[in-house]
């Protein structure tokens, strides 16, 4: 069984904004804003603790000279950065482009090939390419953020007591494993406790921020964009390589944008503005206060910006606020893995919903496994957060200028933009974007490599799969033939071919060819249940599809022999449920059909390498690889086991 993906150009019927059921919440609910803080702001808002420390690293192989000069432009390059790809890009621009109330790159890419289809194969080829390579940047950094951020929380020990420091890797190892262990079984019970963390979070480091600027007002002249010029026309070298380490202030722009189907725009746009954005600077503007005061204070500004007494507390709530944004990233990193294999660009992977009540809380094992094994060996292989910063910019900012040259696309060509203001205004945007990228490959042999190495490789397994799965899916439809003249053809039978009571559901692709299970079945046994149901779940570019269209029954040309076709509709963030959906078929649609006694029949393909050129043979070597990934079609369609029955075929890629 393989799923069917329509093309975003080729979806009737998709449905539009407002046409489907999710809840959304109110955004002018100030718990709402806070539920945010506590999912969407973790990365970001905790960047403050490597960011100023990574800029002014001695041991960085393009070092920052410790100056009043350069801390007053480093702080304001940090400041504008924030602004402009945080405020401007994402806040202001990019999170208007919502498919359906949804964000996020997948939301994205189909966004832009639902348009790009009207203009040529290639331009869409293309442009969903550069959005799946941004998605596969993304699982770079899902590894990266746990690894960095808890360990520069971790670290903050050293503040403590020096002689705690051999014993910061160890713990960061215990933490992480800590984490990754409990995801099989939710974060629905504690979720409710991630908001108000993060709040006091950001109380906590706006105030230690403030602290430090009265103790040198001085540092507010940072605010002023002059800073940032002067600094960069005059230290033109410096300012450069400086960009590397500066964009980790906006690490997790990407998931303001992401999380913005479970909130809405208003409630992150608010709680950025409002909480996370002042809190941020206030911390940045008092660290660079720090710096002006007492330079030895560089080794860890973020921790010595408090009072002693506050040293420890400081410690335990950033370590609590790391997890937390590194919950956040994996959760991400689930969703984008179901999303892509919705989509069609990975195999159906097991997944589990890990809360009854919360839509979206998912665990998938694989990528869990796959996560835990890379963050560990990161940790273990780097040692500090300073070694890592380097990996973490490139996968970013990567991200960033992919979304940043997707989003221009889509507004020019969705919403009509005047070509003047995308070409000035936009590419101002990508200027900066690709600025940063420039500096960010500067530092490519000191582990800037490393997220430029997962996402090749995830890119490759991702299209490999998905050109396979077209393979596949064309041999499938030579040997089914077309169902029309398959059930025309079961009258004409010889000898002919019985019908016994009861009702039997063979899961299709489509009603274009006829199932391979439904071929097996009658050629080996040559009987056929009294009433058929031929089911095909359509996945549509949308999120989700709303009740009222998930199920389309098509009686093929009236014929009155029991036989229909039945056509599921789910959005790319929902789950499909075969037995559900099909109770909600009016009796009268299948007369005589009983769905709660049916019998459910599954094709299972055996794939093996043909001679045929259709793919290099290491491209056919990895797709069946990947292939062993595929989860339980019954399962997988919540199908009942005891109901089901699976006939296997075999197909030559």
């Given at each position: 069984m393989t799923l069917t993906v329509l093309d975003p150009a080729g979806s009737p019927g998709a449905p539009g904004p407002g046409k489907t059921d999710r809840k959304v919440l109110n955004p002018a609910r100030s718990a709402v804003v806070i539920a945010a803080l506590g999912v969407v702001f973790g990365d970001i808002g905790t960047s403050p603790i490597y960011t100023m420390q990574t800029v002014f690293n001695p041991a960085d192989p393009h070092p920052v000279p410790l100056s009043d000069n350069s801390i007053y432009g480093i702080t304001s390059l940090i400041f504008w950065s924030v602004m402009l790809i945080v405020t401007l890009t994402y806040v202001t621009l990019v999170m208007r482009a919502d498919n359906n109330g949804e964000g996020g790159i997948m939301a994205l890419i189909t966004l832009v090939r639902r348009h790009a289809t009207q203009r040529g194969r290639r331009t869409t080829f293309v442009l969903a390419s550069l959005g799946i390579f941004g998605a596969a940047l993304f699982f770079g950094d899902s590894m990266i953020t746990p690894a960095i951020s808890v360990l520069s929380a971790v670290e903050g020990l050293k503040t403590v007591a020096p002689g705690l420091e051999p014993w910061i890797v160890p713990i960061?190892?215990?933490?992480?494993?800590?984490?990754?262990?409990?995801?099989?079984?939710?974060?629905?019970?504690?979720?409710?406790?991630?908001?108000?963390?993060?709040?006091?979070?950001?109380?906590?480091?706006?105030?230690?921020?403030?602290?430090?600027?009265?103790?040198?007002?001085?540092?507010?002249?940072?605010?002023?964009?002059?800073?940032?010029?002067?600094?960069?026309?005059?230290?033109?070298?410096?300012?450069?390589?400086?960009?590397?380490?500066?964009?980790?202030?906006?690490?997790?722009?990407?998931?303001?944008?992401?999380?913005?189907?479970?909130?809405?725009?208003?409630?992150?746009?608010?709680?950025?503005?409002?909480?996370?954005?002042?809190?941020?600077?206030?911390?940045?503007?008092?660290?660079?206060?720090?710096?002006?005061?007492?330079?030895?204070?560089?080794?860890?500004?973020?921790?010595?910006?408090?009072?002693?007494?506050a040293r420890i507390p400081m410690v335990v709530l950033a370590t609590a606020a790391t997890v937390i944004a590194s919950q956040a990233v994996i959760t991400g990193a689930f969703s984008v893995a179901s999303q892509a294999a919705q989509l069609g660009y990975l195999p159906r992977l097991r997944i589990t919903h890990t809360s009854a009540s919360t839509r979206g809380q998912i665990y998938v094992p694989f990528i869990n496994g796959l996560l835990m094994v890379a963050v560990l060996v990161l940790v273990a292989t780097f040692q500090t957060s300073a070694s890592l910063a380097y990996a973490f910019g490139m996968a970013v900012i990567g991200t960033i200028t992919i979304t940043t040259l997707l989003f221009l696309y889509h507004a020019s060509t969705r919403w009509r933009a005047p070509v003047a203001v995308v070409i000035?205004?936009?590419?101002?945007?990508?200027?900066?974007?690709?600025?940063?990228?420039?500096?960010?490959?500067?530092?490519?042999?000191?582990?800037?490599?490393?997220?430029?190495?997962?996402?090749?490789?995830?890119?490759?397994?991702?299209?490999?799969?998905?050109?396979?799965?077209?393979?596949?899916?064309?041999?499938?439809?030579?040997?089914?033939?077309?169902?029309?003249?398959?059930?025309?053809?079961?009258?004409?039978r010889f000898p002919a071919v019985r019908r016994v009571p009861g009702t039997a559901v063979f899961l299709n692709r489509g009603k274009e060819t006829a199932p391979l299970s439904m071929l097996a079945t009658v050629a080996h046994t040559?009987?056929?249940?009294?009433?058929?149901?031929?089911?095909?779940?359509?996945?549509?570019?949308?999120?989700?599809?709303?009740?009222?269209?998930?199920?389309?029954?098509?009686?093929?040309?009236?014929?009155?022999?029991?036989?229909?076709?039945?056509?599921?509709?789910?959005?790319?963030?929902?789950?499909?449920?075969?037995?559900?959906?099909?109770?909600?078929?009016?009796?009268?649609?299948?007369?005589?059909?009983?769905?709660?006694?049916?019998?459910?029949?599954?094709?299972?393909?055996?794939?093996?390498?043909?001679?045929?050129?259709?793919?290099?043979?290491?491209?056919?070597?990895?797709?069946?690889?990947?292939?062993?990934?595929?989860?339980?079609?019954?399962?997988?369609?919540?199908?009942?086991?005891?109901?089901?029955?699976?006939?296997?075929?075999?197909?030559?890629?």
């Open positions: 960061t190892l215990i933490i992480i494993s800590a984490l990754f262990a409990v995801q099989r079984h939710g974060t629905a019970a504690v979720a409710k406790f991630f908001g108000p963390v993060m709040l006091l979070w950001f109380v906590a480091i706006g105030a230690c921020g403030v602290a430090a600027i009265i103790g040198h007002p001085a540092i507010l002249g940072a605010l002023s964009p002059t800073h940032a010029v002067s600094f960069a026309v005059g230290n033109l070298d410096i300012a450069f390589f400086a960009l590397a380490a500066v964009v980790l202030s906006v690490t997790g722009a990407e998931a303001l944008y992401a999380d913005m189907g479970h909130f809405g725009r208003k409630a992150i746009t608010r709680g950025w503005l409002l909480v996370v954005l002042p809190a941020c600077a206030l911390s940045y503007l008092g660290q660079g206060a720090l710096l002006l005061q007492d330079k030895t204070a560089v080794s860890a500004p973020f921790f010595l910006l408090g009072p002693d007494w000035i205004g936009g590419g101002l945007l990508v200027v900066v974007d690709v600025v940063f990228l420039a500096a960010n490959l500067t530092k490519l042999v000191h582990g800037a490599w490393l997220p430029l190495v997962i996402g090749v490789i995830a890119f490759t397994v991702m299209m490999t799969w998905q050109r396979g799965r077209i393979l596949v899916t064309a041999t499938r439809e030579r040997i089914e033939g077309p169902l029309a003249d398959y059930v025309d053809g079961l009258q004409r040559g009987v056929l249940h009294e009433h058929v149901l031929i089911v095909s779940v359509d996945v549509e570019p949308v999120p989700r599809v709303a009740r009222a269209d998930r199920v389309r029954v098509d009686h093929l040309d009236g014929r009155d022999d029991g036989i229909v076709h039945v056509s599921l509709r789910y959005g790319y963030m929902e789950r499909p449920d075969v037995p559900a959906a099909l109770r909600g078929v009016a009796p009268t649609e299948v007369e005589g059909a009983v769905v709660d006694h049916a019998s459910y029949f599954l094709s299972r393909l055996d794939l093996s390498a043909g001679p045929a050129r259709s793919m290099s043979k290491w491209r056919k070597r990895l797709f069946l690889l990947t292939s062993h990934l595929t989860a339980d079609a019954a399962g997988f369609f919540n199908l009942p086991l005891s109901s089901t029955v699976i006939v296997g075929s075999r197909i030559e890629v």
